[in-house]
């Protein structure tokens, strides 16, 4: 049974930074691709980036130069680096990994089998 844990949200400033972490247990992360997704309140759940095969990365345009993702395969586990925070960075930020070592879109949810509960995100402003 694979399961996908979030953890690291928490209230911070704008401005600020945190940083996920997404550790898997059952399988290891290492080669298959591994996605952070957000959704803010009264909104749908979108695509933040993503980490693929040979570690290549892709973000989303509306976290570009902020937000980074990048794993530890000795920890087994998917990082989400979020600096210079926003407000409209506040939402419950979950974690997506493939059972395929290839994914034609890692930005489409549909790409993804398992999924953690999420974590929550909050920037002040």
């Known amino acids: 049974q694979v399961q996908v844990v979030e953890s690291g949200g928490g209230l911070v400033q704008a401005g600020g930074s945190l940083r996920l972490s997404c550790a898997a247990s059952?399988?290891?992360?290492?080669?298959?691709?591994v996605g952070w997704f957000r959704q803010a309140p009264g909104k749908e759940r979108e695509f933040t980036a993503a980490?693929?095969?040979?570690?290549?990365?892709i973000v989303a345009d509306s976290v570009k130069g902020r937000f980074t993702i990048s794993r530890d395969n000795a920890k087994n586990t998917v990082y989400l680096q979020m600096n210079s925070l926003k407000s409209e960075d506040t939402a419950t930020y979950f974690c997506?990994?493939?059972?395929?070592?290839?994914?034609?879109?890692?930005?489409?949810?549909?790409?993804?089998?398992?999924w953690g509960q999420g974590t929550q995100v909050t920037v002040s402003s």
């Open positions: 997506a990994a493939s059972s395929e070592y290839y994914i034609r879109d890692p930005r489409s949810q549909s790409a993804y089998n398992y």
């Open positions: 059952g399988r290891t992360f290492s080669t298959y691709p």
């Open positions: 980490v693929r095969w040979r570690d290549a990365t």
